[in-house]
């Protein structure tokens, strides 16, 4: 199972570098949960470093409110997994970097950290273009790992999605 996740990242990767530098539009990620997993299926395509401005693995709270602009209040309110922090995360990675494009993910991988209200495998992925932030939750099954690799295509799938959303809007 885990080998054609693998697989499908990679081909999400691949129409991602495809479309991106069909358009010269980039893209900048920030990744908690993920811890990297985006970024590395976005460099392992070739041309990515056209379109692929910068990975950013923002695991602490403080490095989102630093290197993103994660606002304290958010963070406090609702939390690191939250669809607030989320968006902020994904429209700090765009804006403070300066990309067409911000993809951010933030979740509980496990096996520990889950609650009643969010658990284990609970993941918020997030992308911000200019005019539009979207949000999406889920809920993954399955180990830490497989958590992560599911996470990483279901993010790729959104970044496609907003990339499609911008071309409809020109």
Request: hydrophobic share 35%; charged share 20%; net charge negative.
């Amino acid at each position: 199972m885990e080998n054609n996740l693998k697989m499908r990242a990679e081909e999400l990767a691949d129409q991602v570098v495809n479309s991106l530098t069909n358009r010269g539009w980039t893209v900048t990620s920030s990744e908690s949960c993920t811890g990297g997993l985006i970024s590395a299926e976005l460099v392992g395509i070739p041309g990515a470093s056209n379109v692929f401005d910068q990975g950013l693995i923002t695991y602490s709270n403080q490095a989102k409110e630093s290197l993103l602009g994660v606002r304290h209040e958010t963070l406090d309110l609702f939390g690191a997994v939250s669809p607030q922090t989320a968006r902020e995360m994904a429209f700090g990675s765009r804006v403070c970097y300066q990309s067409d494009f911000g993809l951010a993910s933030t979740g509980i991988a496990g096996p520990d950290g889950g609650s009643d209200g969010k658990p284990v495998g609970t993941v918020y992925l997030s992308c911000s273009y200019e005019g539009n932030t979207l949000v999406r939750h889920y809920v993954f099954s399955g180990d830490r790992n497989t958590v992560r690799i599911k996470a990483t295509a279901a993010a790729l799938e959104l970044l496609l999605d907003c990339i499609r959303e911008r071309e409809n809007e020109e």
